[in-house]
T-cell receptor
């Protein structure tokens, strides 16, 4: 059974810092890995999607890497801003149509 | 704009009552999903459907029912058999090739 763990559970940083969120999964036979952002009381917003054959994806100040063999992914946020404050979730799937298995998230607070 | 629309945003259920949550997508995605989110527990899969007129149970299907009569629609009914329905419900869709798109959620409260 796939299990996804995210560390740390919560993170508080001052504005401008670069930071790394970690995600690990127990079964390396994944189809893809996706990072989401969730604001309080809202739905999930997709940030980055990494296919199993890829090693990283970038979007603006965000960079996600994937090491499938070791069961790890990291989300790097450069020059953090207060608007980045949210919960960040990673999720993996084993085929394109199968369910996503989610981690419990990292709650990020960026203070001005 | 393509996306997923969930309604209502807030829903209140009385004891013993069935309620239905709506989920509509215009992304032409084949697969649709319902997740439940509780504080501190992450998202758990209730039901999913890969094609019209077919659906499968997820990890916590007891007390819920779904239908998939149209590609665009995947309504979720929370029945009176669900003893603890208060939660945030999220609908999602995927094309099978790329990622998943989520709706904005429905918050269900038992009164």
């Amino acid at each position: 059974k796939q299990e996804v763990t995210q560390i740390p559970a919560a993170l508080s940083v001052p504005e401008g810092e670069n930071l790394v969120l970690n995600c690990s999964f127990t079964d390396s036979a994944i189809y893809n890995l996706q990072w989401f952002r969730q604001d309080p009381g809202k739905g999930l917003t997709s940030l980055l999607l990494i296919q199993s054959s890829q090693r990283e994806q970038t979007s603006g100040r965000l960079n996600a890497s994937l090491d499938k063999s070791s069961g790890r992914s990291t989300l790097y946020i450069a020059a953090s801003q207060p608007g980045d404050s949210a919960t960040y979730l990673c999720a993996v799937s084993h085929t394109g149509f199968q369910k996503l298995v989610f981690g419990t998230g990292t709650r990020l607070l960026v203070s001005p | 704009d393509g996306g997923i629309t969930q309604s209502p945003k807030y829903l209140f259920r009385k004891e013993g009552q069935n309620v239905t949550l709506s989920c509509e997508q215009n992304l032409n995605h084949d697969a649709m999903y319902w997740y439940r989110q509780d504080p501190g527990q992450g998202l758990r899969l209730i039901y999913y459907s890969q094609i019209v007129n077919d659906f499968q149970k997820g990890d916590i299907a007891e007390g819920y029912s779904v239908s998939r009569e149209k590609k665009e629609s995947f309504p979720l009914t929370v029945t009176s058999a669900q003893k603890n329905p208060t939660a945030f419900y999220l609908c999602a869709s995927s094309s099978g090739l790329g990622g998943y798109t989520f709706g904005s959620g429905t918050r269900l409260t038992v009164v």
